[in-house]
């Protein structure tokens, strides 16, 4: 019998095209506000035109959560014809998306099974790639939510930000706030906390340099964790200056420890909050 089991996940997994035909997965955009209009991301906005008007107008856009009707309509006619779904979401402590897919879950017969990535980004898009090996594998939707759901604590999402300004200017990240102006000069990392279902604190700071930086937080962020699963890594990044995300590619490619590496362009509903020259790296362990 053949296994009908779709997977979704929000469009901020950040996945190319490439990749999401390669794992078949299906996204439902967030919405981007910008000037009272709202935009599909990745579908009529674009990243470098979020940066242009805020370098225009010092106005940031507003992302609003993929609502309940926005995964209704797009998962129902999968639904209709006799699929289960898979969806994975923008870790729940950052966005209402995972507690609308459990409402849209219910609206749906509870043919759809949430997972909570408890992350961001690539972050959620490793996941996503795990969700769709398993259903290539023939799993049942249950077990392939429950199996993935379990994965989440293993999931290692941090960045790099070259300026503060666009952080400050959201309000996004309240650890940052203590800061304040002292911090002009230093370039922090950011860590995505799984355990506290995808909250963003701040790592370790740095100065200098910014691609030494990188370079810097590459190993740093590699010598954090043992038994690193070496199946893929991923390097994301907003927008970058001298292709820097081309070189920290080849840094980490150097270490020799994973398989497959993914250079992916961050959406703009990440990047509205971190800012041009953003870049981390994105792995799982075992």
Not at 53 to 82: C, F, M, S, W
Not at 178 to 189: D, R, T, V, Y
Not at 211 to 239: G, H, P, Q, W
């Amino acid at each position: 019998m053949e296994n009908k089991v779709m997977l979704f996940a929000d469009s901020s997994i950040d996945l190319s095209a490439e990749l999401r035909e390669r794992y078949d997965i299906h996204t439902v955009p967030i919405h981007v506000i910008l000037d009272d209009k709202v935009y599909e991301d990745g579908v009529d906005i674009t990243t470098q035109q979020i940066f242009d008007h805020y370098r225009e107008t010092k106005q940031l856009p507003k992302t609003a959560a993929i609502n309940v009707n926005d995964i209704v309509t797009a998962l129902k006619p999968y639904v209709d014809d006799g699929y289960e779904i898979v969806y994975i979401s923008l870790g729940s402590a950052l966005s209402s998306s995972y507690r609308n897919s459990c409402l849209a879950s219910e609206e749906l017969d509870g043919k759809v099974y949430p997972v909570d990535s408890c992350s961001l980004s690539t972050g959620a898009g490793l996941l996503a790639i795990e969700a769709a090996e398993r259903i290539a594998q023939g799993m049942p939707a249950k077990q392939v939510a429950e199996e993935v759901s379990a994965l989440n604590q293993k999931n290692h999402a941090s960045f790099v930000l070259d300026t503060l300004e666009f952080l400050r200017a959201g309000g996004r990240c309240s650890a940052l706030a203590a800061f304040g102006a002292n911090l002009l000069g230093l370039k922090p990392s950011i860590k995505v906390f799984n355990d506290q279902n995808g909250a963003m604190g701040v790592g370790k700071k740095y100065r200098g340099k910014f691609e030494k930086i990188v370079f810097n937080y590459i190993d740093d962020t590699l010598a954090e964790y043992e038994n690193i699963k070496t199946d893929r890594a991923f390097v994301t990044f907003s927008t970058m200056d001298n292709d820097l995300e081309k070189k920290a590619y080849e840094y980490l490619e150097s270490k020799g420890i994973f398989k497959e590496i993914f250079i992916t362009t961050a959406s703009g509903t990440i990047s509205s909050h971190c800012g041009p020259n953003t870049i981390g790296i994105l792995f799982m362990t075992n």
